[in-house]
């Protein structure tokens, strides 16, 4: 059974940082194609970062320069560094792997809210 937790989301003031984990189980992340998503009330919910089995890393634009996706491998987990955070940063932010068979996992999101 896959199982995606989110954690490390929070109350942070504009320019600040947050360091999102995704723990995972049920799949090695480190062959896994796996990404994060974030979703604002009354917006869908869009891609932030994503990275394939092989290492490449691919960013939204409106984050590219301020956050990193990576992997930590002996702990099996996804992580977001996210650096100078701006309100509109602020959202739901969900861990994701898609199975090759085309079935969606999802965690159950951490809050991330950026305001003075």
């Known amino acids: 059974q896959v199982q995606l937790v989110e954690s490390g989301g929070g109350l942070v003031q504009p320019g600040g940082s947050l360091r999102l984990s995704c723990a995972a189980s049920?799949?090695?992340?480190?062959?896994?194609?796996m990404g994060w998503y974030r979703q604002a009330p009354g917006k869908e919910r869009e891609s932030v970062a994503h990275?394939?089995?092989?290492?490449?890393?691919i960013y939204a634009d409106v984050v590219t320069g301020r956050f990193t996706i990576s992997r930590d491998d002996a702990k099996n987990t996804l992580h977001l560094q996210m650096n100078s955070l701006k309100p509109e940063d602020t959202a739901v932010y969900y861990c994701?792997?898609?199975?090759?068979?085309?079935?969606?996992?999802w965690g159950q999101g951490t809050q991330v809210t950026v305001s003075s």
């Open positions: 994701n792997y898609i199975k090759y068979t085309g079935v969606a996992y």
């Open positions: 990275i394939t089995r092989g290492g490449l890393k």
């Open positions: 049920g799949l090695i992340v480190s062959a896994a194609d």
